[in-house]
């Protein structure tokens, strides 16, 4: 995501939010949603959101639901740090012979994207196959609506409001459908799950078929996880298991330390 998802805790930049006015009010809970909408869509015009984006941010309504997982997510994030051995069995329980087909069949593609940014295809592999099983399951939730709704909540409004913004950058540009635009909860879209200010920094159109789809495109997926890892300073050819400057990275795709071990592990082992 991600950072994918990002430190779980903290305010980020805004750097993809500018404008002129007041900003869109948060709430903690679904009160001046609709006033949060207007709001919210003067900054994205300001911005350089069209109608495609603007469309999108309108029909989003505020899901209770969304903001309940989040304020409940820091506690599985502790829980999964604390009992490494049950999170690593669950993570890769059946995923050792899917993962050898993939690298297997997609043999060329990864070896001219470890060529190009230096990430070993084990790496990049086992990201694809813990996110969403080699993009069987990228989620069901509308993404727009989980961001603005993120957004509106004033708990951790400052981490989601340049990923709406960037949401909608991804539709008015036309690189994915709104329709084709559901993912997790937080937002994370794609094979391998980015955060949409993510999408928009590092996503890469491998395949250049004009748009970088990290939902469709298995080459647009891989190369974007590729840049994303080499952006944060990832060593060709260096090691990547615990104390290394490659692990260190892996800090940058996923908060939680447990999930950081488990992807060095289980590419080691490939």
């Known amino acids: 995501m991600h950072r994918k998802f990002g430190i779980l805790v903290g305010a980020l930049s805004l750097a993809l939010v500018s404008g002129p006015g007041q900003a869109a009010p948060c709430s903690n809970n679904g009160a001046g949603f609709d006033t ?86 084990e790496i990049l592999v086992t990201i694809w196959g813990m996110e969403t099983g080699f993009g069987s399951y990228t989620g069901k939730y509308d993404i727009v609506t989980s961001l603005a709704s993120l957004t509106h909540d004033c708990r951790r409004s400052g981490f989601f409001k340049p990923n709406l913004m960037a949401a909608l950058q991804i539709i008015d540009k036309g690189w994915i459908d709104r329709s084709q635009m559901r993912g997790a909860r937080h937002g994370e879209i794609g094979q391998t799950q980015f955060m949409a200010k993510n999408y928009v920094r590092f996503g890469i159109d491998y395949d250049r078929d004009g748009r970088r789809d990290l939902i469709g495109s298995v080459p647009d997926v891989l190369a974007s996880t590729a840049n994303y890892l080499r952006s944060y300073g990832w060593k060709a050819g260096q090691p990547y298991g615990p104390g290394t400057r490659n692990f260190s990275v892996l800090k940058e795709w996923n908060a939680s330390d447990a999930y950081q071990q488990a992807i060095a592990k289980f590419a080691a082992s490939l």
């Open 36 to 121: 949060f909408k207007r709001d919210f869509a003067r900054e994205a015009k300001a911005a350089g959101i069209g109608q495609r984006g603007l469309a999108a941010l309108a029909s989003t309504e505020y899901s209770p639901g969304v903001i309940k997982y989040d304020r409940s997510i820091s506690r599985s994030f502790k829980h999964a740090d604390n009992n490494f051995a049950s999170f690593y069995a669950k993570k890769t329980k059946g995923l050792l012979g899917p993962t050898r087909s993939r690298l297997k069949n997609n043999a060329r593609l990864l070896g001219n994207i470890e060529k190009q940014y230096g990430v070993p295809k």
